[in-house]
């Protein structure tokens, strides 16, 4: 299950760069916390580019593994959550990400994936 949920994640990260997200980051958060396995981080540049990402990785991931994520936040707010149980994807906008920074608060967590 686990090499499942490795592929799923790097799966996704393929997706949010299908759509011209930058600065992706994949972090192993399982010696971390057990709220999840991984976390994607990524930055759209506008609130339509955050929807097509969004709904590209929806479409494929449900069509390809039958999943389908609890989803929470809007474009408009600057940060969306599509939570997969053991993968957290957020896409937050440039100003969102600088003022949330999930990756310092995360700093322990291994990096698997990064794409600048």
């Not at 981080?41 to 929806?58: G, K, P, V």
């Not at 936040?73 to 969102?96: E, K, M, P």
Request: proline residues 3%; negative net charge.
């Amino acid at each position: 299950m686990t090499i499942e949920i490795a592929m799923i994640a790097r799966r996704i990260v393929e997706l949010v760069e299908d759509k011209q997200a930058h600065d992706i980051i994949l972090l192993d958060i399982r010696p971390q916390t057990t709220i999840a396995d991984y976390f994607i981080i990524c930055t759209a540049d506008n609130d339509r580019q955050m929807r097509a990402i969004i709904d590209h990785i929806d479409e494929k991931i449900s069509t390809e593994h039958g999943l389908n994520p609890r989803i929470e936040g809007s474009a408009d707010t600057g940060w969306i959550v599509l939570d997969y149980r053991d993968i957290v994807v957020h896409i937050f906008s440039q100003s969102q990400r600088e003022y949330y920074r999930l990756e310092r608060l995360w700093s322990k967590a291994m990096p698997v994936v990064v794409v600048q």
